[in-house]
């Protein structure tokens, strides 16, 4: 019997090489002589701020979502203050009661000053007199040097001078007296208000602690930023320091990267470095960066994180200022070139 081998389907090795194993070769070597082309990496964050409360009460009002951009001291919210504002109703009403209590030393002063002006027309009348009883001596002394009135006369006439005088001098005393006594009226009542009015000097301090204390029920935004996570509600009983919402300023990144003992000479603080994200369909994005902090102590390597010597342990941590044109996002992964 004879046999006759057919070799009509048969394919060589050489095009089974060229057609397969070639293309799987060149990509091995291109696999193995593919470089890292970054220092350093690591991923996005923010500065955020939490916002707690500050008063303890019912929410009245909340006008806030998650993304909203908020701008310095904007308010947006309001907590409850209605015992606090009924403090303060309390306490002013205090300060009321005290106002009527202080005197006015007007009554008494307008007593003494009618007396003090019939006294001042008493001296007067008094003065009228004095002339006419000096002119009706020196008449009677000019007679009795004309042998035409007796001495008697004359001096009755000295003793009605005398009498007068005396009297003038005690009115004017008495003057003295009215004046003194509304000097030491106006003391007294004002002795007596100033005991009074330091009950009040208290409550008003009082009354501006309760106005800076209402001004911690209103909820505001502390910077310019974009709401990251709100955690109440309207209709909630927030109390001190509970969280209301958390934002963030992102304009400004901060790509917190890591860097082995060994790159440590080749970056500084103020540091101007590029920064490399992942653009989408296989492209690149370069931003510049600014070395804002590099931490003094070495850390193990994060398990997220890739150094460009990969038997690296012991990394430092920095961090990097980057300008956010709204394409970087917390969480996102960078890379950092010298």
Request: aromatic share 4%; net charge positive.
């Amino acid at each position: 019997m004879n046999f006759k081998l057919s070799t009509d389907n048969y394919q060589p090795t050489t095009k089974i090489m060229k057609k397969y194993i070639l293309p799987l070769l060149l990509l091995a070597i291109i696999s193995c002589k593919k470089t890292v082309d970054y220092d350093a990496s690591g991923t996005f964050e923010a500065d955020e701020i939490m916002v707690t409360a500050e008063a303890t009460g019912k929410i009245l009002e909340l006008k806030l979502n998650e993304g909203q951009q908020l701008t310095e001291n904007q308010q947006i919210g309001m907590i409850d203050g209605t015992g606090v504002e009924l403090q303060k109703e309390q306490v002013l009403a205090s300060i009321n009661a005290i106002d009527e209590k202080t005197n006015s030393a007007n009554p008494q002063i307008q007593v003494l000053q009618s007396q003090m002006n019939a006294q001042k027309a008493n001296i007067s009348v008094l003065q009228e007199q004095l002339s006419t009883a000096v002119i009706e001596r020196n008449r009677i002394s000019n007679l009795v040097k004309a042998d035409a009135a007796t001495k008697k006369q004359l001096d009755d006439a000295n003793s009605q001078v005398a009498v007068v005088q005396k009297q003038i001098s005690v009115a004017n005393a008495q003057l003295q007296t009215l004046n003194q006594q509304i000097s030491s009226t106006k003391e007294q009542v004002s002795i007596q208000n100033r005991a009074i009015l330091s009950e009040k000097n208290p409550n008003q301090k009082k009354v501006l602690q309760i106005d800076d204390q209402l001004k911690h029920n209103i909820i505001s935004s502390p910077i310019n930023g974009t709401v990251l996570t709100k955690y109440m509600y309207k209709g909630e009983f927030a109390t001190v320091g509970k969280p209301i919402f958390k934002m963030a300023n992102l304009d400004e990144m901060l790509l917190r990267a890591y860097f082995t003992g060994d790159q440590l000479a080749k970056i500084k603080v103020e540091q101007t470095v590029k920064i490399l994200v992942d653009a989408g369909n296989g492209e690149t994005k370069e931003l510049n960066g600014k070395i804002e902090w590099i931490s003094q102590k070495s850390e193990f390597t994060p398990k997220t994180i890739q150094t460009k010597d990969e038997r690296a342990n012991l990394v430092y941590a920095s961090k990097i200022r980057v300008k956010n044109d709204g394409f970087l996002k917390i969480g996102m992964y960078g890379e950092v070139k010298l």
